[in-house]
């Protein structure tokens, strides 16, 4: 749901990541006899894939991965009502499958958080905030149709707790639907994501109930994934340079989480991502050794600005001294000079 596979070749694809690319390929080819028995048999045997992830979710996942365009091709309204012209010729030619209509509210909340942009809600203007409580309402309908026969279905679930987020539903009631989601499906993860959305402080919640949500979600996939989801949740919330320093979140933890993961499934974008980390942590064996095991992979377009992959650079040769390099940044190139 929140990237963009086709855009450039992948060639170590996740095994979630072939779900995904499946499905896809079967909706851009209206194959939806295929689909539908693909949905049922993920729904009824709770499948997953070898690095733990719900195949249903990958499932969506694949559906969304059809309307995903590169950067350059950003989505307008045109785009967009082709997206929901596809999802309805699905659905009419499979009136009596669930999967088309789940997809349909997926797509609408999707449609909703369209309307309002990405940006701050004090740049958002009033009649995107209009668009996005009609769709929302819209998307609300839809599921509340589906309820009497998903009570069982992670997906729906996890649809109803994105409307939850952004309707404001009280905590009462967004937990419950949490609780019944998680109870049926623990590893269809967009559950998790959605709930520590809600509980932080950037929507309806605290730094305290975030870090709450993030306990939970670990105590429920702890057999699988180990630490996986406190260091998934962290880092999709948490890049502030004093995020350990400061005690908000636990280095130790951070960096077994990333071990889970790629003792999962080892690939490149997360060892950068693991590598920026530790420099943040400033543990510089640790940071040498994720540089060491990348070689030519180490790729300064995910390690943030000039000046930081300047400093973890410097900082890994700074192994097992004990110090700390200083940095100099030239103001007119912008480039990074670092001891």
């Not at 060892?271 to 300064?300: E, H, I, M």
Request: some cysteine.
């Amino acid at each position: 749901m929140h990237s963009a596979y086709g855009c450039s070749p992948n060639k170590r694809a996740r095994p979630t990541n072939v779900v995904v690319d499946e499905v896809q390929a079967l909706f851009e080819k209206k194959d939806y006899q295929k689909l539908d028995a693909l949905y049922a048999s993920y729904l009824k045997e709770k499948s997953r894939t070898s690095d733990s992830v719900s195949k249903l979710e990958a499932f969506f996942d694949g559906i969304a991965e059809s309307f995903n365009t590169c950067s350059s091709t950003p989505v307008t309204e045109d785009t967009a009502r082709t997206q929901e012209a596809a999802l309805r010729a699905w659905n009419m030619a499979s009136p009596r499958s669930p999967a088309p209509k789940l997809a349909l509210a997926f797509f609408t909340t999707k449609y909703a958080w369209f309307a309002r942009g990405t940006g701050y809600a004090s740049t958002v203007s009033p009649d995107q905030w209009k668009l996005l409580k009609l769709r929302m309402a819209s998307a609300k309908a839809q599921l509340d149709a589906l309820a009497p026969t998903n009570k069982t279905n992670p997906a729906w679930y996890a649809a109803m707790l994105e409307v939850g987020v952004a309707q404001g539903a009280t905590a009462q009631k967004f937990d419950a639907l949490y609780e019944k989601g998680v109870a049926i499906d623990p590893y269809y993860m967009n559950l998790h994501f959605l709930a520590s959305d809600y509980h932080s402080e950037r929507w309806h919640g605290s730094k305290e109930e975030f870090n709450a949500a993030v306990e939970r979600a670990v105590e429920l996939t702890r057999e699988r994934l180990g630490q996986t989801m406190y260091t998934r949740l962290h880092w999709s919330r948490s890049q502030s340079p004093d995020m350990f320093s400061s005690g908000d979140v636990s280095w130790a933890r951070m960096k077994t989480g990333f071990e889970d993961i790629l003792t999962t499934f080892d690939e490149k974008l997360t060892r950068n991502y693991l590598g920026t980390f530790a420099c943040t942590a400033n543990d510089a064996s640790y940071l040498k050794k994720q540089l060491d095991v990348l070689g030519a992979d180490v790729d300064p377009a995910l390690w943030g600005s000039k000046r930081k992959y300047g400093y973890c650079m410097a900082l890994a040769k700074h192994s097992g001294t004990g110090t700390l390099p200083r940095c100099f940044e030239f103001k007119n190139s912008g480039d990074v000079e670092c001891d």
